[in-house]
């Protein structure tokens, strides 16, 4: 089926280290991504996207790549911070309204 | 600013109350979503509206009823809701499809 994965639901990191969260899709029609981070208790936070059109997109201290090859995309995110755990969604569109979730990895970040 | 509110952030109600959430975004968007959300689980697309007008039912019961009174605003009316109906409900907008949505920080109601 057309479906938005993740590889892993759970991802414990020690503060300062790089975190990298993996997605796998099926539609090879998608063309848009993004992630999002949702905190307790609070509602799904835009964190960064890419187009199909791309292989690698920067905002600050996170980094997504899409390999369409493999259908794949993972989010980096740099010297983690105890503020970034919470749980994380891709999601992808294909060019119309619906957004389809993955299941959410859930980051918790060591002292 | 993309910052899209929601009222009230929580909400009890009984089988047979009605009762109304309501979602607000000024930045100009034309579509707006309603999403429903149970623990430990993404999102579900419960409706869409694009340039005021109901664009996507995903098969929604009927005792969940959208409205769209302005390009800013997007309520959901609730009647006889269910116990299992007991969840975050999420707003969100977008420029237009295809675009990134914005959502707002839920509203999480209990159903007794």
């Known amino acids: 089926g057309e479906s938005v994965g993740l590889h892993l639901p759970t991802l414990s990191v020690q503060e300062g280290d790089n975190s990298i969260i993996n997605c796998a899709y099926s539609?090879?029609?998608?063309?848009?991504f993004i992630w999002y981070k949702q905190e307790s208790g609070k509602g799904p936070q835009f964190i960064i996207d890419?187009?199909?059109?791309?292989d690698k997109r920067q905002g600050q201290r996170v980094t997504v790549l899409l390999n369409k090859t493999v259908k794949h995309l993972s989010l980096q995110i740099a010297a983690t911070q105890p503020g970034d755990s919470a749980v994380y969604f891709c999601?992808?569109?294909?060019?119309?309204?619906?957004?389809?979730f993955g299941a959410g990895t859930t980051v918790t970040v060591r002292a | 600013d993309t910052e899209v509110t929601q009222t009230p952030k929580h909400l009890v109600m009984g089988m047979t109350n009605k009762k109304s959430l309501k979602c607000e975004q000024h930045m100009g968007h034309r579509a707006m979503y309603w999403y429903k959300q149970k623990a430990k689980k993404p999102p579900e697309l419960m409706f869409v509206?694009?340039?005021?007008?109901?664009?996507i039912n995903e098969s929604v019961p009927s005792r969940f009823s959208p409205e769209c009174p302005n390009s800013s605003l997007l309520n959901l009316h609730l009647h006889a809701l269910q116990p299992e109906d007991s969840a975050l409900y999420l707003c969100?907008?977008?420029?237009?499809?295809?675009?990134?949505?914005?959502f707002g920080p839920g509203t999480r109601l209990t159903v007794l």
């Open positions: 969100a907008s977008s420029q237009k499809e295809a675009d990134t949505q914005y």
């Open positions: 509206y694009s340039y005021e007008k109901l664009s």
């Open positions: 539609n090879s029609a998608s063309d848009y």
């Open positions: 890419i187009r199909s059109n791309m």
């Open positions: 999601a992808e569109s294909r060019n119309d309204y619906k957004l389809s």
